[in-house]
C-alpha cells in the first residue's frame, strides 16, 4: 500500500527537483528518500522520475501522481486540523506565511504575543512573495498568511488587521523635502522602486495612482535597505511602509523620512485563510493580535 511518507517524499521531489534538496525539505537523508520513491515506483509498477546528474525531472506520469498525492496530503492536514479544532484551543504546528516587506517589522512584535497567549502552538513560518503565499494556501501547504490585500480567490476569507501609511524617504542634502507634503510633490522627483514581481511595488504604484505616473522612475532593487542606500547617494526618492521608516535614522542621518499629506498613501495588510479551514472561525483572533501590533 502506497503510504503518506512516499507520497510527501514525492511532493519534496516535485517542488525541488533535487533528490538532496528533497530530503533537505522533508527532514531525512538523501539514501532515506531515494529508498522510498524507488519503493512507490515499485508498487506502482512504473517511474516517476527520472534521474539525471544535474537533477531530477518527474516523468508524465509522476507528476500527475504527485499532483494527487498533493491534493492527498492537503487532505490529511484539514483532517489533524478538524481534531486541533475540536479541542477548542490552538496547538501544535499553525504555518504562516508572510511578505518580505512586513516580516522583518512586524513579526518581532508579533511572534512574542503569540508565545505569550497561545503558547501551545508550534508556529512554522514562510516568507515569500505573495503569489506563491497564495497558491500554498490555496494549496493546505500553509494555514494562514499576512499579506496585503487585495487578496482575491474565492476559497480565500480575508481579514485586515490595519492599515499602514507609506513614508518618503529623501537624502538629507541635496533632495530632502519638507514634510507633511502633498503627492504631487513626487512628480518632479526620481523615484525608485523595487524591481519588477516584488508585490511592495505595486503597492507603491497602487496606493500613489497617477501622482508618480509623470515622475521618473528608477531602481530594480531587490530589498528596501538597497532602495535606502541608493537614496542616501543621491540618486532619488523612495517610498517605504511607516514601521521600515522608524529605523531611517540608523542610516547615519544621511536620510529623512516624511510623511505625506491626507489622504496618506498606504497599504492595507489582513490575515486570509480557506474558507474551508477547521480553525477559520478562530483565526479572527490573530488578525485582532496583528492589528495590536501596528503603533497608531
Known amino acids: 500500500m502506497i503510504s503518506l511518507k512516499q507520497l510527501r517524499y514525492l511532493d519534496a521531489l516535485a517542488e525541488t527537483g533535487h533528490f538532496g534538496r528533497a ?3 522533508a527532514g531525512v537523508t538523501q539514501p532515506a528518500l531515494s529508498i522510498q520513491i524507488r519503493e512507490l515506483e515499485a508498487r506502482l509498477g512504473t517511474e516517476l522520475v527520472e534521474r539525471h546528474p544535474a537533477g531530477a525531472r518527474l516523468t508524465a506520469m509522476g507528476a ?3 499532483a494527487r498525492g498533493a491534493r492527498v496530503l492537503a487532505d490529511v492536514r484539514e483532517i489533524e486540523d478538524l481534531a486541533k479544532a475540536r479541542a477548542g484551543a490552538f496547538a501544535g504546528p499553525l ?10 517589522f512586524l513579526l518581532p512584535r508579533l511572534l512574542p504575543e503569540i508565545t505569550k497567549r497561545y503558547p501551545a502552538i508550534d508556529l512554522i513560518l514562510r516568507e515569500t512573495l505573495t503569489e506563491t503565499l497564495m497558491r500554498e494556501l490555496v494549496a493546505g501547504d500553509l494555514d494562514l498568511i499576512i499579506a496585503s490585500l487585495p487578496l ?5 476569507e480575508t481579514a485586515e488587521a490595519y492599515r499602514e501609511a507609506f513614508m518618503l524617504v529623501a537624502a538629507q542634502n541635496g533632495t530632502a523635502l519638507p514634510g507633511p507634503l502633498p503627492l504631487s510633490a513626487l512628480a518632479d522627483q526620481r523615484v525608485l522602486l523595487l524591481e519588477d514581481g516584488h508585490c511592495l511595488r505595486d503597492q507603491v504604484l497602487n496606493a500613489c495612482g497617477t501622482s508618480i505616473a509623470g515622475s521618473k522612475r528608477g531602481g530594480g532593487a531587490t530589498n528596501l535597505g538597497t532602495l535606502v542606500e541608493l537614496v542616501a547617494n543621491g540618486q532619488g526618492v523612495t517610498l517605504v511602509p511607516e514601521m521600515y521608516a ?9 536620510v529623512c523620512a516624511s510623511r ?4 496618506e498613501p498606504s497599504r492595507r495588510v ?3 485563510w480557506r474558507k474551508t479551514h477547521p480553525l477559520a472561525g478562530r483565526f479572527g483572533e490573530l488578525r485582532d493580535l496583528v492589528a495590536q501590533c501596528m503603533p497608531r
Open 64 to 66: 500527475e501522481i504527485a
Open 260 to 263: 505625506f499629506t491626507d489622504p
Open 95 to 104: 504555518r504562516l506565511g508572510i511578505i518580505p516587506s512586513i516580516a522583518p
Open 152 to 156: 482575491d480567490h474565492p476559497q480565500v
Open 270 to 272: 489582513a490575515l486570509a
Open 23 to 25: 530530503a533537505e525539505l
Open 246 to 254: 522608524e529605523g531611517i535614522s540608523g542610516k547615519e542621518g544621511r
